[in-house]
């Protein structure tokens, strides 16, 4: 994955950005093998909830690889400017 994280900030490609984050938040592949069809994009419609926490899980963890990647990314920028 370092290699992803490395060639997605470089690449400056939003939607490469946005899959890695992805694969973070998931701890694993989504890679789709079979064609999306008309299917609306996944979203998180629920903000609160018990489910044993997993919502609230879930939003944490998203929320603190978003942050990762924006401080990787500022970092990333100002060594170019350099």
Not at 18 to 39: A, E, N, Y
Not at 62 to 81: A, D, S, W
Request: hydrophobic share 35%.
């Amino acid at each position: 994955m370092k290699i992803v994280a490395w060639v997605s900030l470089s690449s400056q490609n939003r939607s490469l950005t946005k899959w890695f984050v992805m694969q973070c938040i998931k701890q694993g592949s989504t890679l789709r093998i079979s064609p999306k069809k008309d299917k609306p994009c996944p979203r998180v419609v629920s903000s609160y909830g018990s489910l044993n926490h997993q919502v609230e899980e879930f939003l944490v963890s998203r929320r603190v690889v978003k942050g990762i990647m924006e401080k990787m990314q500022e970092k990333q920028k100002t060594e170019t400017l350099q």
